[in-house]
């Protein structure tokens, strides 16, 4: 009787326990967040790009990156340069008549003299009054070197080989253009191309200016 209650026992533990295995069923909760709020935020437009093409009047004025900068002023031919003398109502020499033909520019006129070590001197000269077709004839030491100049606004000449002591340079007025007296400009530079006489004469028909270079003995 005992040994039947002990296998009686066992049977209802195994039987338990099979219990147990079978019925370990699992509740699965499928997990939502129902806390989150729809978006209310502030929708901003697109911001328009701007290109090189987009008129001026069009553009952002905070994309504009020309604030600050002042439009270039205009170009004004009546102001001054910096450079050139703007004197108004005042023409250039070149197109205003030349002096009164006066009775002392009848005479020859000696433009000074000057001592230099050169070899050679250059010899411009021009006419710095108004351009009327004044025309001269050189003489060094008496000799023709140039028979007809005509005399330009520009500065033109030839170059002198001096010979020891003294040589005169002579300006012949062939005549007087068509104002005025025979006028004109006259620079003598050395050898170094430094300018060593700076001289105007004013001349009526054969009439003569001179000049006189002395070449010193080294």
Do not use: C
Not at 137 to 162: A, E, H, K, P, T
């Amino acid at each position: 009787m005992k040994y039947a209650l002990l296998s009686l026992l066992a049977l209802t533990v195994t039987f338990s326990y099979g219990q147990l295995d079978t019925n370990t069923n699992s509740v699965q909760f499928e997990v939502e967040d129902t806390d989150v709020n729809d978006p209310t935020g502030l929708e901003l437009p697109a911001r328009k790009r701007y290109g090189l093409t987009t008129p001026k009047d069009e553009r952002d004025p905070k994309t504009d990156m020309s604030l600050g900068k002042t439009d270039p002023e205009p170009f004004d031919m009546s102001k001054t340069d910096g450079l050139l003398e703007n004197n108004k109502g005042k023409a250039p020499k070149a197109f205003t008549k030349d002096k009164e033909p006066l009775p002392e520019y009848g005479q020859d006129q000696f433009l000074g003299d000057m001592k230099t070590g050169s070899a050679f001197v250059t010899i411009k000269y021009r006419d710095h009054e108004y351009v009327d077709g004044d025309l001269i004839r050189v003489y060094v030491n008496q000799d023709i070197v140039q028979s007809q100049v005509f005399l330009g606004g520009s500065f033109s000449g030839f170059v002198l080989n001096l010979e020891p002591g003294t040589n005169r340079i002579e300006f012949e007025a062939l005549n007087q253009g068509s104002s005025g007296p025979n006028t004109a400009e006259l620079h003598v530079y050395d050898d170094n191309g430094f300018i060593i006489s700076a001289k105007e004469w004013n001349l009526l028909t054969g009439s003569r200016a001179s000049i006189i270079v002395i070449k010193e003995e080294e």
